[in-house]
């Protein structure tokens, strides 16, 4: 019921700031939950943020806590990862994904997905 576009991602410096950004289609934007997870070369996908449909909730793997903000523009049906400080270690694949509801954070509550944006931190 929902369709999901990332953008934004790139080839960025340690230390430098991106921001992702995942538009849906359709209508009733509000009342689906947004997650962001990412897949590292060689290693699992994990969880990333996620927020709640209103924009009053978000949650954040420990990793990325103070580093990585999620927000969202309901009225553009628009939600955006901001990545601070980035590090050679979040050079990944990230991927957008939505669930009507409340939020979560594994990969099965997430029915609808991005095609994923490549994140690249080198030197």
């Known amino acids: 019921q929902v369709q999901l576009v990332e953008s934004g991602g790139g080839l960025v410096q340690p230390g430098d700031s991106l921001r992702l950004s995942c538009a849906a289609s359709?209508?009733?934007?509000?009342?689906?939950?947004l997650g962001w997870f990412r897949q590292a070369p060689g290693k699992e996908r994990e969880f990333v943020g996620s927020?709640?449909?209103?924009?009053?909730?978000?949650r954040y793997a420990d990793s990325m806590k103070g580093r990585f903000t999620i927000s969202r523009d309901n009225a553009k049906n628009t939600v955006y990862l901001q990545m601070n400080s980035l590090k050679t270690e979040d050079t990944a694949v990230y991927y957008c994904?939505?669930?009507?509801?409340?939020?979560?954070?594994?990969?099965?509550?997430?029915?609808?997905w991005g095609q994923g944006a490549q994140v690249t931190v080198s030197s």
């Open positions: 994904a939505a669930r009507f509801g409340t939020i979560g954070t594994t990969e099965y509550q997430y029915p609808y």
């Open positions: 927020i709640s449909g209103s924009g009053g909730m978000t």
């Open positions: 359709g209508r009733a934007f509000s009342g689906y939950a």
